[in-house]
């Protein structure tokens, strides 16, 4: 069964710096992996995908790296912002089809300014 | 192009009751997935449905039912509600195998 850890659970940083968040998954055998977003109360925004062969993708200040043997995938974002405080989600779909997505708990994100 | 739209955005029910939750895929999406998020926690599976056939059911009790239409919108239903199913129900579509968009979703609360 798999399971899916986001570390940490919350995170406060100042504005403007750079930070890491974490996901573990313990089947590695995924076909692929998304990051989403969550504002209190709303439904999930849909930030990067990531293809099972694929390492990195990146979209304007965010990047997300996957290490599928090691069962890792970390979201960077840089020079952070306070409309970026939120509920960072990450999310896994199983290699032996169909679209179940398994989530993690979330990391809640507050940017101070 | 729109996103994908759910209704209603809130209902409040009773014990016992039951509730139809409704939701429209992006356009040209064939796949639609339900998840059951409770506060504090990530989104649970619930069902997939793709091209009007069900694809998958994650591990809810037989109370919990789905079907999608020609148009390939999707209704959820929830019979004999208990105070347990208060939760955020969310819908996702997507062209198969690729990524998943959200809708708003529908707070359900069971007094």
């Known amino acids: 069964k798999q399971e899916v850890t986001q570390i940490p659970a919350a995170l406060s940083v100042p504005e403007g710096e750079n930070l890491v968040l974490n996901c573990s998954f313990t089947d590695s055998a995924i076909y692929n992996l998304q990051w989403f977003r969550q504002d209190p109360g709303k439904g999930l925004t849909s930030l990067l995908l990531?293809?099972?062969?694929?390492r990195e993708q990146t979209s304007g200040r965010l990047n997300a790296s996957l290490d599928k043997s090691s069962g890792r995938s970390t979201l960077y974002i840089a020079a952070s912002q306070p409309g970026d405080s939120a509920t960072y989600l990450c999310?896994?779909?199983?290699?032996?089809?169909?679209?179940?997505?398994?989530f993690g708990a979330g990391t809640i994100l507050r940017v101070k300014s | 192009d729109a996103g994908v739209t759910q209704s209603p955005t809130h209902l409040i029910k009773t014990r016992g009751q039951q509730v139809t939750l409704r939701c429209s895929p992006i356009?040209?999406?064939?796949?639609v997935s339900w998840y059951q998020q409770v506060l504090g926690q990530g989104p649970q599976f619930i069902f997939q449905?793709?091209?009007?056939?069900?694809?998958g059911r994650g591990n809810f009790p037989d109370r919990f039912s789905a079907r999608q239409f020609p148009n390939y919108s999707s209704e959820l239903n929830v019979n004999a509600l208990l105070l347990g199913d208060s939760a955020l129900y969310l819908c996702?579509?997507?062209?198969?195998?690729?990524?998943?968009?959200f809708g708003p979703g529908t707070r359900l609360t069971v007094l």
């Open positions: 999310a896994v779909r199983g290699g032996s089809g169909g679209n179940k997505l398994v």
């Open positions: 996702a579509s997507s062209l198969e195998g690729n990524e998943q968009f």
């Open positions: 990531i293809q099972s062969s694929q």
């Open positions: 356009s040209g999406h064939k796949s």
């Open positions: 449905y793709y091209e009007k056939e069900e694809r």
